[in-house]
């Protein structure tokens, strides 16, 4: 039974519940030319269950087999001939049960069109493909919609989780190749025995303890990415002392929200390929703002002359990374723009607001 309903990617309490409510609407609201509840509920029963029989008919037998071959001919065939199947059970019925056991109800019929043969009411061309169709293929319709929704409702939840998988493993990659680098900093710290490896270590706790527990969810709210900017920023001045010149303008102050750690990614690149490389004065110049709209970033930094054909040839795993997560989290509402020439590096990020 489950597998005869998988077809319709509904299941079988649905489609029951969906029938129910058919034979409730047909029972509720036609009492004018029925004496007794029984002739309604016995009525309707007979039709329900021959509208059962065309739905199911249609949609399991008959769309099947033509999404097989493609035969209009065979399609409209057999549609033609399910309704003759329905409208000789129908009649069949109606005659030896129905019209007997119901009198009064079919009086009016009878009295037109009770001189007609029982091959003759077979056969009525009018009944086949006009009546018949008008009543029992209503449900049908409706059969059809439910089941379309039901499949997009399915399918944008499979999207959905799917993305928060994509999203889950994009971050965990982001996660470990971050602290690499920063561990590779303290490093070279503690080695040096210098006085600053206890400040560093207290920014990468900030940090992680961010990383881990404040960035979990979809979106943050952006004070939090400002302070983990901060933190990071300080952390890499005290390893870097003389060496770089960091500016980071910040005119945001309104309570708005941005996806975690995507700023954080460009920063660390920038250190990355442009400062750490660099054997004399090395610049990042970072700018956060909004307008109306969107969030603006901007961060610039320069970058030794032999880095150049190394940075063309290969991305950084960072970028790649965060490229994948904006088609995730902004989809075709962000604008990225990056621009390098021999001596710098540069990234435009336009993100819809949220």
């Known amino acids: 039974m489950k597998r005869f309903f998988k077809i319709f990617n509904l299941p079988v309490y649905k489609h029951t519940l969906f029938w129910i409510v058919v034979f409730l609407f047909y029972t509720t609201s036609a009492r004018e030319r029925f004496n007794t509840t029984e002739e309604i509920i016995v009525t309707y029963f007979f039709h329900v269950v021959f509208q059962i029989i065309i739905a199911y008919t249609v949609l399991y037998f008959i769309v099947s087999n033509y999404r097989k071959d493609k035969s209009i001919v065979k399609l409209i065939a057999s549609i033609i001939l399910l309704f003759f199947f329905i409208n000789f059970l129908y ?6 049960f129905l019209e007997k056991a119901y ?12 001189y007609l043969t029982f091959w003759e009411r077979i056969f009525d061309l009018k009944t086949i ?32 989780q799917k993305r928060a998988v994509e999203l889950k493993a994009l971050k965990h990659q982001l996660n ?27 920014k990468l706790s900030d940090i992680l303890d961010y990383m ?8 943050v709210h952006i004070q939090k990415e400002i302070e983990l900017i901060e933190n990071y920023l300080a952390l890499e ?43 004399k004065m090395a610049a990042v110049k970072i700018d956060l703002s909004s307008e109306k709209e969107h969030i603006i ?6 970058k030794p002359l032999s880095t150049t054909e190394k940075l063309i040839q290969k991305k950084s795993i960072g970028l790649t990374n965060v490229e994948q997560q904006l088609n995730l989290l902004y989809p075709d ?7 390098e020439t021999s001596k710098s590096f540069s990234v435009n990020l336009k993100l819809k607001k949220h």
């Open 91 to 96: 009649v069949s019925i109606r005659m030896s």
């Open 103 to 114: 009198p009064d109800c079919y009086k009016v019929f009878l009295d037109k069109n009770g």
């Open 129 to 160: 493909f006009f009546h018949l169709p008008l009543f029992y293929l209503q449900p049908l319709f409706f059969l059809v919609g439910l089941t379309f929704y039901e499949n997009q409702y399915k399918l944008s939840k499979i999207r959905e």
């Open 176 to 202: 470990p190749h971050f602290l690499f680098n920063t561990l590779n900093n303290l490093y070279v710290l503690s080695v040096e025995k210098s006085d600053k490896a206890p400040e560093i270590i207290e």
């Open 212 to 219: 881990l527990y404040g960035s979990d969810k979809k979106f």
């Open 237 to 279: 001045q005290v390893r870097y002392e003389d060496r770089v010149l960091v500016s980071f303008n910040n005119s945001i102050i309104e309570n708005i929200k941005i996806a975690p750690l995507l700023l954080l990614t460009f920063i660390e690149n920038s250190f990355k390929h442009g400062v750490s490389q660099e054997l």
């Open 297 to 302: 970033f901007n961060i610039f930094n320069t």
């Open 333 to 339: 509402t962000y604008d990225l723009k990056i621009e």
